[in-house]
């Protein structure tokens, strides 16, 4: 009896273990996870990390992440393995589900947009391999989305009632001036470093850049 007693209770405390280090990234660590926007399709978090600062173990589901700033990362696994990776302005990483710990172990500050997929299973839109007046780059790609660096030349202009079938987040790699008007709403016409816009598939919306010179973006197209 003492033995079953025993097993029981070292089970639990392994649930309950897992548990914890299955937390959500937003509720685990706030400090470091906020939400810039949550839809049915993505949720997206700005990162921020001091140097030196680090988090507690938590999860992300499959996910795509836009570093904003050079930084160096340590990821601790549940397994107590670490592994050092740098993250590169600029650049984009597609990120399967799973559980890690990371800590800065630079000196600049980690920086950087997730945009974590909501889907049951990837869908099956086909993604542009060009667009009028973009030059497009892949950054990275993923069973559920590829994200591309976007420069959109001083011409670029998409017409009123323009629609895609993929979702799209568009996010902001400097400051420009760059019109997007989606289903109506108000354009947003200035952007910030990090700045973050939701398209969604099968919706109504213009383009156009305003700045008179090349604006760089990073968009994520969602199958």
């Known amino acids: 009896m ?85 993250l590169a302005a600029g650049t984009a990483m597609y990120s399967p589900a799973g559980t890690h710990l990371p800590a800065n172990v630079g000196t600049a500050k980690v920086d950087a947009i997730l945009v974590e997929f909501k889907g049951a299973a990837p869908g099956k839109a086909a993604l542009p391999a060009s667009r ?25 202009a998409e017409p009123a009632g323009s629609k895609h079938e993929f979702d799209q987040v568009v996010i902001a790699l400097g400051p420009s001036q760059m019109s997007l008007e989606i289903d109506g709403k108000p354009a947003k016409t200035t952007w910030a470093r990090g700045d973050v816009q939701f398209v969604g598939r099968g919706v109504a919306h213009q383009a156009k850049n305003t700045g008179g010179k090349p604006v760089d973006m990073v968009i994520v197209g969602i199958k």
Request: hydrophobic fraction near 40%; charged fraction near 20%.
């Open 2 to 86: 003492k033995t079953m007693k025993t097993a029981v209770c070292l089970t639990l405390v392994v649930l309950w273990s897992g548990a914890i280090t299955a937390q959500d990234a937003v509720k685990a660590d706030p400090k470091h996870y906020t939400v810039v926007l949550d839809n049915p399709s993505v949720r997206v978090l700005k990162i921020s990390y001091a140097p030196g600062e680090k988090s507690v173990m938590h999860q992300h589901p499959d996910a795509i992440v836009i570093p904003l700033a050079t930084s160096k990362v340590r990821f601790t696994l549940p397994d107590g393995k670490t592994e050092d990776q740098e």
């Open 132 to 156: 009028p007046g973009m030059t497009l780059k892949t950054l990275a790609e993923g069973p559920r989305a590829t994200a591309v660096l976007s420069t959109a030349d001083a011409t670029f």
